[in-house]
């Protein structure tokens, strides 16, 4: 039973436009969620994170979106570039961190020129 | 500040051996967590130690262990090896903290079983 979702293996969005990464969760237990960013060969890079308490939380380009009614959160990077070309995925925590993190199977961004 | 080592990157096991993976942690973090990635179930946590001790456990046979040392150094072991432990098995650390969930991990070994 997977308890993280990312329904779009992948997305291909033009350089300069919105992407937009999406992720749906089932645990009502979870308490922070996190987006994690990899490139082939190297190990996830953290992006950004949002508490349950909030339902936004903006760093740069980069702003995710948490509706805890509906059990969504999403990732938006604006404008996206290049180098955003990558495996997102997006994880979260129960338990106020005594377990480990749930990740969704990632979603591969592919910007294009 | 060095990042989280993994050693070794690559390795090519057979069926019914055993591999032990080794993780440097970033000095000061003393907690040390590893995860499973495989193309089909993304990543899934194994363990996590902290002060040597094991704090948290995924659902995985107890083929799959691990340590910890005075150092905060890692060790992960899988015995009798099965073709479908073929994945990239990733470390990372933090300080131990409050857990924020922010991990920082390494690059990974990749194990294939044939």
């Known amino acids: 039973d997977q308890q993280v979702k990312q329904n779009s293996p992948s997305l291909s969005v033009q350089e300069g436009r919105i992407s937009i990464l999406n992720c749906d969760y089932t645990?009502?237990?979870?308490?922070?969620f996190l987006w994690y960013k990899k490139y082939p060969a190297e190990g996830p890079t953290f992006l950004i994170s949002?508490?349950?308490?909030?339902d936004k939380n903006e760093d740069g380009r980069f702003t995710v979106f948490l509706n805890k009614s509906a059990k969504h959160l999403s990732l938006h990077i604006v404008p996206s570039q290049p180098g955003d070309s990558a495996v997102y995925f997006c994880?979260?925590?129960?338990?106020?961190?005594?377990?480990?993190?749930?990740f969704g199977k990632g979603t591969h961004l592919i910007i294009q020129p | 500040k060095a990042g989280v080592t993994q050693t070794p990157r690559y390795l090519i096991k057979t069926r019914g051996q055993q591999v032990t993976l080794s993780c440097s942690p970033i000095?000061?973090?003393?907690?040390v967590s590893w995860y499973q990635q495989t193309p089909g179930q993304g990543l899934q946590f194994l363990f996590e130690?902290?002060?040597?001790?094991?704090?948290n456990k995924g659902n995985f046979p107890g083929r799959f262990s691990g340590r910890q040392f005075s150092n905060s150094r890692s060790e992960m072991n899988v015995s009798t090896l099965e073709l479908g432990d073929s994945a990239l098995y990733l470390c990372?650390?933090?300080?131990?903290?409050?857990?924020?969930?922010?991990?920082?991990f390494g690059e990974g070994s990749r194990l294939t079983v044939l």
């Open positions: 990372a650390s933090r300080t131990g903290g409050a857990n924020t969930g922010e991990l920082f």
């Open positions: 645990n009502s237990m979870f308490d922070y």
């Open positions: 949002i508490s349950s308490i909030k």
């Open positions: 994880a979260a925590r129960a338990g106020g961190g005594a377990d480990g993190l749930t």
């Open positions: 000095s000061g973090h003393r907690s």
């Open positions: 130690y902290f002060s040597e001790t094991q704090r």
